[in-house]
């Protein structure tokens, strides 16, 4: 096959997927955005009534909110980890898949940023939050581990949509050569009007690398942040040293499985079997297993820590958390996280895609019980016996939570059907690669 | 300079818009442009006549510019109340650095994102005629412009070097 | 690349003056290292403590970053994985080493003085060094397995044979870094973190095996850049393989400092006083110039330099930041370990304590050279990695 032929595949196969959708996607749309809106519905109701109809209060005064925040935030780091990390590292699996990675975790993003909004109960104040010069002189504590959030989801979010972005710009023009009409004109303005010219291509190339070594920092540092939230209090079972690299490990296998699991139904709808082959999910599989290993020892050494410390405190509260009535949660978090991964050292499950589907849910699953146990438990059960207490959450909660997971849903659908969902220049480029003997535009 | 006339020559394959790129060089022309679907952009920056790119030093400029903003932000905003919060003094470097980071890596993003739009000419603007929607799928152009008269050489060079169709438009044609 | 056989059975001959060198600094080493034990003070205990984790820790990484590039199957790395395993022959040393400091426990351990009733279930002696020893034995006798199995691929001749060889190397590999980072974990908490017997930080164990890792990869660079001419592999070590280095490097600073951090943050902002002591001793006094030059010379400045991009290409400008690290890490081991036992004032400078690292210097020029100068510079199971299918059981 020639390169040109190889090149118009690629073109071909991708920009495929991009065929006018049909009737039912449109309906699932619908589905997912009416339970978005069941969600805003429940949200307006927690305007109106107060902070009260949701199950927090105390001793438990960060609880569901806080967990889907961790949660999205974790999912959304994959993305940047496939397309930076694994492009400074030259994985050749992770190009047929980035792209998707990396929309997922724009979404993922703005997901998690509702949470913060929500849980704050007089929303109007955000502005409070926000570093600029005001009449009253007022500037936010730059000491305290919420601000750093403020800091590091925003950056988070604005670096990962720009590389999203730019990765999609010679993709988009692509699209706009093969479209006519409104959609010509629409592609044309987000294409920036690319033109496949050296001088553009010079100037993208450095841009990309000089990005993906800017994400690779950022997308560590923003889960250490998120995990000092936590690690910055005293409490039992938050004040560890090892959560920064814990949490980041933590959200790479979230995303990871949630990739796993968008991956395997998309590539079918989309036809994009050839693209994307069961090499990627193994790929994927076997960091899982990696993962899987790091998130064991990191429990390992956290209750290690807690026993060796020789504080009571410590003692009561590991045990609590193991053997006490959320115990069910926290061993079916070591389960879904330590265990279930661990079926990808065998290569006959790595490449079975139902084990894989199986697999991945079991770990997002476990991932979000994490993020429950961690952050209900030990407000619930600190040093004072008096104030020990329980949560559980309510009717509203579970609203908004089921509705975030139908936004992300949405948006990812949408975007799978109106922007390329593999990268068809870097798809090229590895074509090229392998007759040219090169890597990629380093 | 005498009027400029374009030569287009279109390729299917990285190899040879490279090697009729490298053989124009050779030959000292000065005008020319690759349009490629995919860039391997390392061997052909030698058969460009320009190459590197500014990219990077205005990422390192905001990377400097960002943790300045960053430090300066935090430090400056907590002097104007100098009010020990949470046990820790009001200028604590400690947890600024994580805010400065942040920055760092904030600034350094935007600058690299304005600096590609600015030499890349990013516009929102439909490209100009002379690009060939094919660009973008499977086919290599290779556009040369060159004084009057040039023409007819530097044509015969592209197709020695494997143009599949090439198109002379001399000055005053269009 | 060069074809596999121009590179497997050049006959490497080291210079003559290696072998008298070494066994020069090894006499060195032991009469000074026996001067100072027979004094009075104990500092000369500490430094052997602290040289067996650093020159331990660099020789056990240097063997797992060759594990880590096989289970990564990384293709670019034949050259670099051999260098690593000419390492292997100081592990049994640090056993013998590891013996010595547990007969002199008395002058180091500070538990054995001052008890903690509510710790005895972990910190007891005989446990104590039980765990930790056969941690150490088991890890060597991995390490000399990996290259047991490796001199056993090369011996084959089918392709079969050949694909047979490499799977059970990947194998065993990946259960050696996985050891490692267990056994590493401990040896931290152990053989550092239990000197200041109240301190806990459940991070250091990853921090230490990662800055062993950091440690082993300088070390690796600057062999690496010196050995490369020599051992004919300057088309496997070339630009590109240094830049990979060097990025690695900047990758494990950059982790080091960021694992350092991570804690450093966390104890300061939870100002827990049986936290925060290990950093006070550390931070303030007479140690905190040498906790500045540890934030220079082994998180910052390598990482600093490392971001130029044409500090990576040359070996010439490698390799000191390279001695850099090397230096910094070096002094940061002396700063994790001394200054618990001796808060008030540093030590540890004396000439005799001076001598151990020299005799360290010898036993592994030693090992090198034995390793090297009977092994091909390149193995054979390294260059053939396409027959190598990764792990799966």
């Known amino acids: ?442 | 300079m005498a009027e400029l006339g374009v030569v287009r020559g279109s390729f299917d394959s990285m190899a040879s818009v490279e090697a009729a790129a490298r053989a124009l060089k050779e030959q000292g022309v000065r005008s020319y442009e690759v349009y490629a679907p995919v860039l391997h952009h390392a061997s052909m920056e030698e058969a460009m006549p320009r190459r590197g790119s500014f990219v990077r030093f205005f990422s390192t400029a905001g990377g400097l510019a960002g943790v300045a903003i960053g430090l300066g932000m935090c430090v400056l905003s907590s002097r104007l109340y100098n009010l020990v919060t949470g046990g820790k003094p009001p200028v604590s470097l400690v947890p600024f650095v994580v805010v400065g980071f942040e920055c760092t890596i904030l600034f350094a993003c935007l600058a690299t994102a304005a600096s590609l739009v600015y030499f890349a000419r990013l516009r929102p603007l439909a490209p100009p005629p002379e690009y060939d929607p094919a660009y973008s799928a499977d086919r290599f152009g290779l556009h040369v412009r060159h004084e009057a008269g040039e023409g007819a050489g530097i044509a015969e060079l592209l197709v020695s070097h494997g143009a599949l169709e090439v198109v002379s438009q001399e000055a005053g044609d269009a | 690349m060069p074809e596999a056989h121009d590179v497997l059975h050049w006959d490497a001959r080291p210079p003559r003056w290696v072998v008298p060198a070494a066994c020069a600094a090894i006499a060195v080493g032991v009469a000074g290292t026996a001067w100072g034990l027979a004094g009075s003070h104990d500092k000369t205990w500490w430094m052997l403590l602290v040289n067996f984790l650093f020159w331990t820790g660099l020789a056990q990484g240097m063997v797992v970053w060759s594990a880590i590039f096989r289970a990564a199957q990384a293709t670019w790395t034949p050259a670099v994985n051999r260098l690593c395993h000419a390492a292997v022959h100081f592990l049994p040393v640090s056993l013998v080493f590891f013996i010595l400091l547990s007969l002199g426990r008395e002058h180091w351990l500070t538990w054995l003085h001052h008890p903690v009733p509510e710790k005895a279930a972990w910190l007891n002696p005989t446990f104590f060094f039980r765990r930790n020893g056969l941690g150490l034995a088991l890890m060597t006798a991995l390490s000399y397995r990996y290259l047991y199995l490796y001199r056993r691929g090369e011996q084959a001749r089918t392709d079969e044979e050949v694909r047979d060889a490499q799977y059970r190397i990947n194998r065993l590999a990946v259960t050696l870094v996985l050891l490692y980072c267990v056994v590493y974990s401990v040896l931290a908490f152990d053989l550092v973190m239990s000197l200041s017997p109240h301190w806990t930080s459940s991070l250091f164990g990853a921090y230490f095996f990662v800055t062993n890792l950091y440690l082993a990869l300088a070390a690796v660079i600057i062999m690496a850049s010196i050995l490369r001419r020599t051992l004919a592999l300057m088309e496997l070590l070339g630009p590109r393989q240094l830049t990979d280095l060097g990025n690695l490097m900047l990758g494990f600073s950059l982790l080091s400092t960021g694992f350092f951090f991570a804690q450093y943050l966390t104890i300061w902002y939870g100002n827990l006083p049986e936290e925060t002591s290990y950093l006070i001793v550390r931070t303030t006094g007479a140690w905190s110039p040498i906790a500045w030059m540890v934030l220079g010379c082994c998180y910052l400045g390598p990482f600093l330099l490392l971001c130029l991009p044409v500090v990576k290409t040359s070996p010439t400008r490698l390799v000191p930041v390279a001695v850099l690290a090397l230096f910094g890490l070096a002094v940061e081991r002396w700063v994790l370990v001394v200054p618990s036992l001796s808060p008030g004032r540093l030590a540890g400078l004396g000439a005799p304590q001076w001598c151990i690292p020299l005799g360290c210097v010898g036993v592994l020029l030693l090992a090198v050279n034995r390793s090297l100068s009977r092994q091909p510079s390149v193995s054979s199971l390294d260059v053939k990695l396409e027959l190598s299918e990764g792990v799966s059981l």
């Open chain 1, 1 to 442: 096959m020639t390169e040109a032929t190889l090149y118009a595949r690629v073109n071909e196969e991708v920009l495929q997927s991009l065929d006018p959708p049909t009737r039912r996607y449109w309906m699932v749309i619908a589905g997912l955005a009416a339970v978005f809106g069941l969600g805003v519905a429940a949200y307006t109701y927690q305007l109106f009534m107060g902070m009260g109809v949701a199950g927090i209060g105390h001793p438990v005064g960060w609880g569901v909110y806080i967990v889907n925040f961790v949660f999205w935030v974790g999912i959304a780091h994959s993305g940047t980890l496939i397309s930076a990390v694994l492009y400074l590292f030259r994985v050749r699996w992770r190009t047929a898949i980035y792209r998707a990675a990396e929309a997922m975790t724009v979404f993922a993003v703005m997901t998690a940023g509702l949470f913060p909004l929500i849980h704050l109960g007089r929303v109007w104040v955000m502005l409070w939050m926000i570093p600029i010069p005001n009449a009253r002189h007022l500037w936010p504590n730059f000491k305290s581990p919420l601000m750093w959030d403020v800091v590091a989801v925003s950056t988070y979010f604005t670096v990962s949509s720009l590389f999203f972005y730019l990765g999609l710009i010679p993709d988009i023009a692509a699209v706009r050569d093969r479209s006519t009409g409104i959609r010509r004109t629409v592609y044309g303005i987000l294409s920036l009007g690319w033109q496949n010219r050296y001088e553009q291509w010079r100037h993208y190339a450095r841009a990309y690398v000089a990005f993906a070594c800017l994400a690779t920092p950022l997308v560590i540092s923003v889960h250490s942040v998120v995990s000092w939230d936590f690690a910055m209090s005293v409490l039992p079972g938050w004040h560890t040293t090892i959560f920064p690299p814990y949490f980041v490990a933590g959200a790479i296998h979230s995303g990871l499985a949630m990739v796993i699991t968008l991956l395997i139904p998309i590539r079918k709808w989309l036809r994009l079997e050839r693209l994307v082959t069961l090499k990627h999910f193994e790929g994927m599989a076997q960091m899982l297993v990696f993962m899987g290993l790091i998130m064991t020892y990191s429990y390992g050494t956290e209750a290690f820590a807690a026993w060796y410390s020789g504080n009571k405190f410590e003692h009561q509260f590991s045990a609590w958390r193991a053997f006490g009535p959320l115990g069910p949660l926290f061993w079916g978090m070591v389960f879904c996280n330590c265990v279930v991964p661990m079926v990808f050292f065998f290569k006959r499950a790595r490449t079975n895609l139902t084990v894989l589907m199986v697999g991945s849910l079991l770990v997002n699953v476990g991932m979000y019980l994490e993020r429950f146990v961690l952050i209900i438990t030990s407000t619930a059960h600190d040093f004072l016996p008096t104030a020990w207490g329980s949560y559980a959450p309510t009717i509203v909660e579970l609203t908004i939570t089921v509705a975030a997971f139908a936004w992300f849903f949405m948006l990812f659908l949408l975007f799978a059907k109106h922007l390329p969902a593999v990268a068809i220049m870097e798809m090229k480029e590895q074509a090229l690669g392998a007759t040219h003997g090169g890597n990629g535009h380093g």
